[in-house]
């Protein structure tokens, strides 16, 4: 199982930013996709973006046109940068890693945009 370590995340103002890293503990290489989740209070966890090692990328309706995800392999980490954040996208955002059939997740990191 790939340990995952988030970052980032915290009390931003509407139309601010935000950047979110996650630290892999095992090179991204070995990792078929990575992503990021994100669970509002009383709601699902929902897909935010998702990026395979291939580089195709993915991205939430939602947050098309705002957010990016990317990788830094050199250093196991993937990205979600954030701009143009609104109150909607408060909540808890997650990292996740998928090798084969086995899915890992980090502890999460609260992100909360005031109107």
């Known amino acids: 199982q790939v340990q995952l370590v988030e970052s980032g995340g915290g009390l931003v103002q509407a139309g601010g930013s935000l950047r979110l890293s996650c630290a892999a503990s095992s090179t991204i290489f070995s990792i078929n996709a990575m992503g990021w989740y994100r669970q509002a209070p009383g709601k699902q966890r929902e897909l935010v973006a998702h990026?395979?090692?291939?580089?195709?990328?993915n991205y939430a309706d939602s947050v098309k046109g705002r957010f990016t995800i990317s990788t830094d392999n050199a250093k196991n980490t993937v990205y979600l940068q954030m701009n143009s954040l609104k109150p909607e996208d408060t909540a808890v955002y997650y990292c996740?890693?998928?090798?084969?059939?086995?899915?890992?997740w980090g502890q999460g990191t609260q992100v909360t945009v005031a109107s």
């Open positions: 990026i395979t090692s291939g580089g195709s990328t």
């Open positions: 996740s890693a998928r090798r084969g059939v086995i899915v890992s």
